[in-house]
C-alpha cells in the first residue's frame, strides 16, 4: 500500500484518507505492540513507571511586520529569527530536545539496557519543524519509531493536531483535530507506525466532564481507533464521587451522556502535577521504587506510576533530564522495577487474564453530584437544569473540565478569543461539514488547516496579549476563507 504524502499543496496532509487511516488503525488492533511473541505477564516485576514528554509548538501569523497578511509560521521559527526577545535564545536548545531522544534510546540501547519512553508530539509542532527546515529531527525520530529494535522503547501517543483542549472545543471539531494528528502522523512515519499508535494524550491533560461533552470525547478516541487514554489523578471520581484509590492502576473512564449513551476507554492515571521537575529527575522511578504489588479483581499487580511533562521547556528539563535519564535507565533495567510504556504496562497485564472490563470505573469529576439529580436519558434540557441548580448552589461547580493546572478555566475570560473561534467553527460546519465537503477537497484541507490551527490552546492559556490577537487573527482568517470559497 502506498503512504501517504506528507504535503499536499503546500499544506500538511491533515485529511483527505480518513478510510485508509481507519483501516491502519484496525490492522493491527489485535497484535501486541510491545509484547514479545509468548511472553505473558510480569515475571518476578514489583513495580514500574512510565514517562510521558509533550512536546508542543503554535503556529502563529508572526512571519512579517503586518499581522493580518503575516505568513503563518511556527513559534520555534519566530523565535529563531528574534534571539534577543525574551527566553528566544532558547530556540536551538528546544530543537535539540525535539530530537535528543532519537539519539538517547539507541545508545541505551546499545549498552544492552531497556529504555523506555512515550512522546507527544502536537501537529503544529511537526508542521513548524519541516517548515523551517529542519527535517533533520523528524529523520532522527523516525529511527526510534520504525527501526525495529529501537521501536520497542519508544510509544508515541496520539493526540489533537493543533493542541486543542477538548472541554471547550466543539466536539465535532475536536474530532476533527484527532483525524488530523493520524493523517500527518502516518504521512511522516508511515501508515505501519500509526497503527501502532493505541493511547491518547489530551492537551493540558484538560478531560471534559460535561456529560454530554465528555461522552463524545470519549467515543470520537474510541471511533478512532484509540485504546487508552492518559488523565489527571484530580479531574476523575469514582461512581459515587470520591477520589481515586488506586492512582498506579489503570481504570476504566466511563462516560454517560444525557440521552443515555455510554462511551468508555481505558484509562492510564497520570498522579500529581505536571511540574517538569518530576519528569525531569525521574520522580516516577523513585517513587515506584517503594511500591509493590496491588490487588486487581483479585490478582496481584504490579503498579505503575505514570508521569508527563513539556519535554523542553525550563532549565531543569533542558539541563538535568538528560543524565537523570540515563542513570536511572541504568539502574533500573533488568530490576524489578523496570522502565514501561503504558501500552506494554496493559498488554502485559492482559496477557495475565485480566481485561479491561476487571478495570475499578472512574468518571470525569462532579458527575456523580449530577447524576443524583437525573437519570441518564432525562435530556440535554433536564441536564442544562441540572447544572444551572448545582452551580447556584456551589459557585465552585463548573463543567469547563479540569486539567492539569485546575485553576484555570478554558472558557472564563476567553470571550475575546472564543467568539471569533466559535464564529469559525459555525460557519466551517455549516458550510463545509453540513454540506458533505469531500475531506481531499483543497478547499477542504485549507480550511480545516486555518481552524486548527486557531483552536491552538495557547490562545486560551495566556488570555491578553499577543497571544489573543493571535487566535484572533487566524479565526479571522478562517472565517474570511470559508466565506470566500464556499
Known amino acids: ?44 516485576q514489583s513495580s514500574g513507571f512510565a514517562a510521558a514528554l509533550h512536546m508542543h509548538q503554535p503556529l502563529i501569523p508572526a512571519g512579517g511586520p503586518d499581522l493580518r497578511t503575516a505568513p503563518i509560521i511556527g513559534n520555534l521559527q519566530w523565535m529563531m529569527d528574534n534571539p534577543g526577545i525574551g527566553d528566544n535564545h532558547n530556540a536551538p536548545v528546544f530543537v535539540d530536545c525535539y530530537e535528543r531522544m532519537g539519539r ?40 526510534i519509531t520504525n527501526d525495529p529494535r529501537n521501536r520497542q522503547a519508544a510509544e508515541w501517543l496520539g493526540c489533537p493536531w493543533g ?21 500527518h502522523f502516518a504521512a511522516i512515519f508511515g501508515l505501519e507506525a500509526l497503527s501502532r499508535v493505541r493511547g491518547f494524550s489530551p492537551a493540558e491533560m484538560a478531560l471534559p466532564n460535561h456529560p454530554d461533552v465528555a461522552y463524545e470525547f470519549v467515543k470520537t478516541l474510541t471511533d478512532c481507533g484509540y485504546e487508552w487514554v492518559l488523565v489527571q489523578e484530580h479531574t476523575v471520581e469514582d461512581p459515587a464521587g470520591a477520589g481515586i484509590r488506586q492512582p498506579h492502576l489503570p481504570h476504566r473512564l466511563v462516560c454517560t451522556s444525557s440521552r443515555g449513551d455510554v462511551a468508555s476507554i481505558t484509562a492510564v492515571v497520570k498522579t ?33 506510576v505514570t508521569q508527563i511533562a513539556d519535554g523542553e521547556n525550563g532549565g531543569v528539563m533542558m539541563n538535568e533530564f538528560p543524565p537523570k535519564y540515563f542513570d536511572a535507565i541504568r539502574e533500573c533495567s533488568g530490576t524489578r522495577t523496570p522502565a514501561m510504556n503504558a501500552t506494554e504496562y496493559l498488554e502485559r497485564l492482559y496477557s495475565a487474564g485480566l481485561g479491561p472490563g476487571d478495570l475499578p470505573v472512574i468518571q470525569p469529576l462532579f458527575q456523580s453530584r449530577i447524576w443524583g439529580r437525573m437519570t441518564p436519558g432525562d435530556g440535554p434540557d433536564r441536564l442544562a437544569e441540572v447544572i444551572r441548580q448545582l452551580h447556584d448552589e456551589d459557585n465552585r461547580f463548573n463543567v469547563e473540565g479540569g486539567s492539569w493546572t485546575n485553576n484555570i478555566s478554558w472558557v472564563r475570560g476567553y470571550e475575546q478569543v472564543l467568539a471569533p473561534m466559535d464564529e469559525a467553527s459555525s460557519l466551517f460546519h455549516e458550510r463545509v461539514l ?16 486555518h481552524l486548527l490551527t486557531a483552536e491552538t490552546s495557547c490562545y ?27
Open 434 to 449: 453540513a454540506k458533505d465537503i469531500p475531506t481531499d477537497d483543497p478547499r477542504y484541507r485549507n480550511a480545516l488547516f
Open 460 to 486: 486560551r492559556y495566556w488570555g491578553e496579549g499577543v497571544w489573543t490577537q493571535y487566535g484572533a487573527e487566524l479565526a479571522r482568517r478562517t472565517i474570511e476563507i470559508i466565506t470566500h470559497d464556499f
Open 104 to 143: 538517547f534510546l539507541p545508545e541505551l540501547l546499545d549498552e544492552g539496557l531497556a529504555p523506555r519512553i512515550m512522546l507527544e508530539y502536537s501537529g503544529t509542532l511537526l508542521h513548524g519543524l519541516r517548515q523551517m527546515g529542519a527535517g533533520h529531527v523528524l529523520d532522527t525520530l523516525a529511527g
Open 1 to 44: 500500500m502506498a503512504e501517504l504524502a506528507e504535503y499536499i499543496d503546500g499544506l500538511p496532509n491533515i485529511c483527505g484518507s480518513e478510510q485508509r487511516i481507519a483501516e491502519a488503525m484496525r490492522a493491527r488492533a489485535a497484535d501486541p505492540v510491545f509484547l514479545p511473541p509468548g511472553s505473558a505477564g510480569f515475571g518476578d
Open 272 to 304: 500529581q502535577g505536571s511540574d517538569t521537575k518530576l519528569v525531569a529527575q525521574m520522580q516516577p522511578y523513585y517513587e515506584a521504587k517503594g511500591l509493590s504489588p496491588e490487588d486487581l479483581a483479585g490478582r496481584r499487580v504490579p503498579p505503575l
Open 163 to 183: 493542541h486543542a483542549v477538548a472541554p471547550s472545543t466543539p466536539v465535532q471539531d475536536f474530532r476533527l483535530h484527532v483525524r488530523a494528528w493520524q493523517h
